[in-house]
Structures are given as C-alpha cells and as structure tokens.
C-alpha cells in the first residue's frame, strides 16, 4: 500500500515556464511534507517543507501547496531553469520521524 | 551548513566479504540518523533508523544481522553489510536529523554505490 503517491514519472517543461509536480498521500496521520531533489548518483537535497497547520509555504522560486482535506500537496517552481532538471520526490511524516517518500517525478526544462 | 558526507562513494567487493559505510554529519549533530537503499528508478526504501547510543530500529523485512548499524557519536553512524551478495549491490544512503532543529527535515549523504562481485 502506497501512502505517498506521485501519479506522474515525468514532466517536461519549456524554461521559463511554471513547474507543477503533484503528490498525494493516504495517511491522514501525516503532519509534515517534504519535498527533495534528487540528481541520479547523488543524494537528495531537501528543498522546501510545510506543516499540516499551513497550506503554503514560498521559499524564493519554490512554492509548495498544501490542500489537507483533498490529501494533496504540489511543489510548483517558478520560472523554471534548466538547472531545475532532476526527479523531484515528495515525502511525508507523522510524528515519528520517518520520512515515507513516493516514487519521483522526472522533470525536464528545456532551454 | 546541514552537510552530511558518506564514505566511500562507491565500493566493489566480492561475494562473502563484508563492506562498511560511513555516515558523518558535518555541521550540525544528530542523535538520528537514517539509512536508505535506492533500487534503479525506484524510490528510496527506508532500511532502519539509527539512534545514538541505543540499538537501531529495522524496518520490516530488513535483516538485523545482515546489515549491522552501529551510532557511536552525535556525528556518525555505520553500515556494515556482512557477507555480502550480488543481490546486496544498491545506492546506499544515509541521512540525518538536526538534533537542535525543529521540524522533521533529514539531510541526504551523496550516497554509496556498492556493487558486490
């Protein structure tokens, strides 16, 4: 049973356009959301988080969205750079410090 | 700052041998650490989680013996896969929690690519 879930393997988008990487979850018990960036060979990098007290939380060109009562969450980047080219994974908490990640989105800009 | 560093980046090592992995917090300390394994296009599987001072905790599925942890300090934690196999070749990677920070933020090592022979 998945509990986090990100339906699209892949995204392409043109540079400069808005980056939209969807993700839902199951558990009604998680309370915190996470999203990395992961490039293939390295580790993740954490990029930005929110809270379930929160619905939206901005970090410069990076915004993630959260709607508790659909159990969806988004990371959108916007404008999107070629730099931003990597498999975008989001993962969720319930208290207990373990993080439950999905299977990544692969997201493309092209120049 | 919130650096983790993994060692070695990449091992190779025959079948029956044991491998150990090395997993540092640079920056910051961390009474938690976390160890994952990433299959080929695969999402990153949780494999236990690390406490220092005290004894790991698996996840289900995942073979105590086989995979000893050991957290001996604020800033390190240990993977020795024991008589390794070639089903056991993987990215292995490691990540940590800022003990002074709140929220649940883990920071990723770069990760090990062991391949067994």
């Known amino acids: 049973d998945q509990q986090v879930k990100q339906n699209s393997p892949s995204l392409s988008v043109q540079e400069g356009r808005i980056s939209i990487l969807n993700c839902d979850y199951t558990n009604s018990m998680f309370d915190y959301f996470l999203w990395y960036k992961k490039y293939p060979a390295e580790g993740p990098t954490f990029l930005i988080s929110i809270s379930s007290i929160k619905d939206k939380n901005e970090d410069g060109r990076f915004t993630v969205f959260l709607n508790k009562s659909a159990k969806h969450l988004s990371l959108h980047i916007v404008p999107s750079q070629p730099g931003d080219s990597a498999v975008y994974f989001c993962?969720?908490?319930?208290?207990?410090?373990?993080?439950?990640f999905g299977k990544g989105t692969k997201l493309t800009v092209n120049p | 700052g919130a650096v983790v560093s993994q060692h070695p980046s990449r091992v190779i090592c025959k079948s029956g041998t044991s491998v150990k992995i090395e997993c540092r917090s640079l920056?910051?300390?961390?009474?938690?650490m976390f160890w994952y394994r990433q299959f080929p296009k695969q999402s990153l599987m949780l494999m236990a989680t690390?406490?220092?001072?005290?004894?790991?905790?698996?996840e289900q599925g995942v073979e105590k013996d086989k995979f000893l942890i050991n957290h001996a300090s604020l800033t390190l934690s240990t993977l020795t896969v024991t008589s390794a196999h070639p089903e056991d070749s993987s990215f292995y990677i490691c990540?940590?929690?800022?003990?002074?920070?709140?929220?649940?933020?883990?920071?990723f090592g770069p990760g090990t690519r062991l391949t067994v022979t």
């Open positions: 690390s406490n220092e001072g005290s004894k790991a905790t698996y």
């Open positions: 993962a969720a908490s319930a208290i207990s410090e373990k993080l439950v």
């Open positions: 990540s940590a929690r800022d003990s002074h920070r709140g929220g649940y933020e883990q920071y």
């Open positions: 920056d910051f300390q961390a009474t938690t």
